[in-house]
């Protein structure tokens, strides 16, 4: 982990801790308490008026065998730490037997008052025999603490509200910072440095082997040494990745937050370790790595040049397998466990975890016959009774693996259906692979004795369906990314249980999914469903049935969208609005439930092209609620559509207003959208009224959604870069991802965007050229670009004085498609090629295919005068008398252009 990235996180967070205080210390002190020790925690809550309770702890466990105390008193540290001490005091009198306790304090101490505390902590053990452990945690501690654990997406999502820059720093973490630890290796230098020198002399090296056998271990160790070389480190989990052209749009951290590693590996000199993958090295070799190296680890590959990793040499496997071991191996076992396995690691390492619980006996008794078999067959019957002798300790874990039938499954869903030990349990006993995604991955071997070895209890699975349903009713209402994850990764889990325990919560969740490599049958009739729903007298409670069957709606629309066009996706939706239409008529169809069944109902007209209906309906709604921004964003979207520009402006603003006075009654999407919308659709004075919300908003929402916080930046530099540049240089540095790159669906905007901060700054200033180069580069990546981004694109190189690069990119443009800019941007091409006649021929093609009074007929009749003027023609300035005529007095271009008539009337005077 490199040092740097470590301080700057570390800094930010002890900022933000020192500003909780009271009860919102003590509130996210209990967060922080179910990662420090995972317990089922017992928090004695704050009074109405918001107060801790007094004369209680603040939390506790396992019937107060664990006790913290959470303390945001500027002195705590201070003098002879009278309030720690008063605090164990407490505890004790409370709770004599209690075992473990954590003091947690919002203040930061220094080198001497941690020192103090450790006095105080010894002393106090001292005193009280009883109690296991002490520990007093600072802010640097908690803020540590974090950085440990910011790949935990639902514990990151818990406190985002407290810490505003955690989001940020777990993305950032997640993508360029992690590299799996082993603390077992076993250093192998030979192979090490065989890697090391293959990546001296080549863009990438193939290490391969048997699963477990270390591969992975090793890229890392190669990894951590190559760190100060490199500017990025990648860990990607690669097992799902079967083409090299999606590294262009991949999801890193698998919850949601895109990037584009081709072009970072252009950009930046980086190390891309690619993981478990299939790809095969001529597939690898098509990558255009530039300064950086890939490091691909596989179980099979053609490759003549890829690092074979074997068995541990006799020495080293004794080394592991005896390490931490009180007693050391006798010989005639060692003699039977080397002659069964070898030097294979994974076993090695499940056996050494064995040998330190149940002693070398045990060790002996899994390795007893275990030569007489294959040698295949030698590791999978080892690992079964390994296995089989942790079954007791590890029956949650087990049958959880056995449940999910995946060997790779999401950590959150470990911790909501099984326990939040899952991780931990598992890689103690050296059963885990490498990943730093979040997810969680047993080894192949260890998956399939699994399998082999687990029957899998019905009581148990009972209790695992019981706590995801619980879940997925407690997430459905949320917009963080966590349930979509989960069902995306695990749709085959849900799709069997939508089968098998078929419970509208699991229906709820394969909808989200919206894939379409199943059958729609698995979501069933929404009308049915509907038509039941209808007849029950209160829905208290059947939420998430109502969920569901929108949700089933709208899948079936997307899905058949998908498969077979939009004609097929209406005729299908034709059908299944009915199931709207009967629980907007239910009985128990009241309050907010019959307002987001409306709600949805109009949405689907909308696709139906039944807009004045589903305008009826929503203007109807609003009568009944106007807070509810999600409609009013729809009508927006509605007005513009039909030109009504007054009307979505007026409805955009009213949004605005409410995010600034009630932000809780306005989303995140909701309120980027109506940004983008006023944006397109308002005056300067629209955009300058909103400022400080545009860019506030921005940063607000990255974490959200960086694709839609991306569009709109590019909206506002697109349309304010000449008129208002500081608003443009601003939001757009507000975003602060200049060195980050965009996933395939954002890569327009991003260019866009670039290349509007780059007019927006002065031709002087380096920036312009940086931002200009950024621009080019994202353009280059765009998969398939149309004409559209081909004419953009062309600008960006004009403004980059690449004219022959524009000009071929101009003539790459198909006849048919050469409209009104494309022309414009070919004249100016051609003027800087010195080319006169040819770019006056173009522009006048642009002026022809002009709408009259078009906003860019000034700007096309000052390229026709530069144009004129290389011809040396004398009435070459009635181009701009024509183009100021265009341009409203006062304007800053209008300005511009008659001081270019200015200098030209003198220039002919002399």
């Given amino acids: 982990m490199p040092d740097r990235f470590r301080t700057k996180v570390i800094k930010t967070l002890i900022d933000e801790i020192s500003l909780l205080s009271g009860a919102i210390f003590e509130q996210f002190g209990y967060r922080i308490m179910e990662v420090v020790h995972p317990a089922n925690w017992v928090e004695r809550g704050t009074t109405p008026e918001g107060a801790p309770r007094g004369y209680n702890i603040d939390a506790s466990g396992c019937g107060a065998k664990l006790v913290s105390e959470m303390s945001s008193k500027e002195d705590y540290f201070c003098g002879e730490l009278e309030k720690p001490k008063g605090d164990l005091q407490h505890i004790i009198a409370l709770h004599p037997d209690v075992k473990r306790i954590w003091l947690l304090c919002c203040r930061e101490a220094s080198a001497g008052e941690t020192t103090k505390c450790a006095n105080l902590i010894t002393q106090f053990e001292n005193e009280h025999q009883t109690v296991k452990g002490v520990d007093i945690l600072d802010s640097r501690r908690i803020a540590s603490c ?29 993508f360029s910072h992690r590299i799996p630890i082993y603390s077992k290796y076993k250093s192998r230098p030979v192979i090490e440095q065989r890697i090391i020198y293959y990546l001296s002399q080549k863009p990438f090296v193939v290490i391969t082997g048997i699963s477990g056998i270390g591969k992975s271990a090793i890229a890392a160790k190669v990894a951590e040494e190559l760190r100060d070389h490199f500017d990025l480190i990648i860990w990607y989990d690669a097992h799902d990745l079967y083409n090299v052209v999606n590294l262009a749009d991949v999801d890193v951290r698998r919850a949601g937050t895109r990037h584009n590693i081709l072009s970072l590996l252009r950009k930046h000199k980086c190390l891309l370790v690619l993981d478990d993958a299939v790809l095969s090295s001529e597939n690898l070799s098509t990558i255009d790595c530039g300064d950086s190296r890939i490091i691909l680890t596989c179980q099979a590959t053609t490759d003549p040049d890829a690092i074979t990793v074997g068995d541990l040499n006799e020495g080293e496997a004794k080394a592991l397998l005896q390490e931490g071991v009180s007693a050391p191996i006798p010989e005639e076992v060692f003699s039977r466990v080397f002659s069964s396995i070898g030097g294979y690691p994974l076993l090695l390492t499940t056996l050494n975890r064995l040998a330190q ?16 078999f294959m040698e295949d067959e030698r590791h999978v019957k080892i690992c079964q009774r390994i296995l089989t002798r942790h079954q ?41 692979a490498a990943t730093v995604s979040g997810d969680i991955r047993v080894h192949d071997i260890v998956y ?7 029957d899998e209890p019905v009581q148990r699975e009972r209790t695992f369906c019981e706590k995801l349903d619980r879940f997925i009713v407690s997430e459905c209402g949320n917009e963080r990314s ?25 229906v709820y969740a394969v909808a989200l999914v919206r894939t379409s490599d199943f059958p729609t049958q698995i979501l069933g009739d929404p009308v049915v469903e509907a038509t039941a729903l209808a007849r029950c007298s209160n829905w208290i409670g059947r939420e998430i049935d109502l969920r569901a069957i929108i949700e089933v709606v709208e899948a079936l629309y997307t899905i058949t969208s998908t498969e077979h066009g939009t004609a097929a996706a209406r005729e299908v939706l034709e059908r299944n609005i009915e199931a709207l239409e009967i629980l907007v008529q239910a009985a128990a169809a009241t309050g907010y439930l019959l307002r987001d069944i409306k709600h949805h109902h109009a949405k689907m007209l909308v696709r139906l ?15 009944e609620d106007p807070t509810f921004s999600a409609t009013r964003l729809q009508l927006v979207r509605i007005f513009e559509k039909k030109r009504q520009k007054d009307e979505a402006l007026q409805h955009c603003k009213y949004i605005l207003f409410q995010h600034r006075t009630n932000p809780e009654s306005v989303s995140a999407s909701v309120l980027l959208e ?13 955009l300058t009224g909103h400022e400080s919300q545009i860019l506030s908003s921005v940063k607000e929402v990255r974490e959200f959604d960086k694709g839609l916080a991306l569009r709109l930046v590019a909206f506002v530099a697109s349309k304010t870069w000449y008129i208002m540049p500081n608003l443009a240089t601003r939001v757009f540095d507000s975003i602060e991802w200049r060195d980050a790159a965009p996933a395939a669906d954002e890569i327009f905007d991003w260019a866009q965007a670039h290349k509007a901060a780059a007019k927006a700054t002065e031709v002087e200033d380096p920036r312009r050229r940086e931002f200009l180069l950024a621009a080019d580069e994202a353009y280059k990546t765009i998969p398939s670009p149309n004409s559209y981004h081909l004419v953009h694109h062309a600008e960006a190189l004009i403004l980059l004085d690449k004219h022959d690069e524009a000009n ?21 091409t051609l003027l800087c090629l010195h080319e006169g006649a040819e770019a006056l021929s173009a522009i006048d093609k642009g002026l022809e295919l002009l709408s009259e009074n078009h906003w860019a007929t000034s700007a096309f009749l000052e390229v026709r005068f530069l144009s004129r003027k290389l011809l040396a023609d004398p009435l070459a300035i009635e181009d701009i008398e024509k183009a100021i005529s265009k341009v409203t007095i006062g304007d800053k271009y209008r300005n511009a252009l008659e001081e270019r008539r200015a200098a030209e009337s003198r220039q002919f005077k002399i």
């Fill in 448 to 454: 399939n004795s699994i399998c082999a070895v687990i």
């Fill in 482 to 506: 966590l349930l979509r994850h989960i069902a995306h990764l695990h749709a085959p889990l849900l799709r069997r249980l939508v089968t098998s325990h078929r419970r509208p919560s699991f």
């Fill in 674 to 686: 109506s940004l983008r919308h006023l944006v397109s659709l308002g005056t300067t004075d629209d």
């Fill in 392 to 432: 007791q300790a590890l029956a949650i874990e087990l049958d959880f693996v056995r449940w999910c039938n995946s060997p790779r499954f999401v950590s959150e869903l470990a911790a909501v259906c099984a326990s939040p030990l899952v991780r931990s349990n598992l890689g103690k006993r050296g059963f885990l």
């Fill in 146 to 174: 974090i950085f440990e654990n910011l790949e935990m997406e639902r514990f990151i999502a818990s406190i985002t509200s407290y810490l505003p820059s955690v989001g940020q720093l777990s993305d950032e973490h997640a």
């Fill in 357 to 372: 619980e149940d002693g070398w006996v045990a060790v002996d008794t899994c390795c007893e016959d275990a030569a007489s």
């Fill in 609 to 623: 092209q039944k807009v004045d209906e589903a305008e009826t309906e929503f203007l109807a709604l609003l009568a």
């Fill in 808 to 828: 071929q990119l101009l003539n790459a443009v198909n006849e048919q498609n050469r409209e009104a800019f494309w022309w414009q941007r070919k004249a100016q």
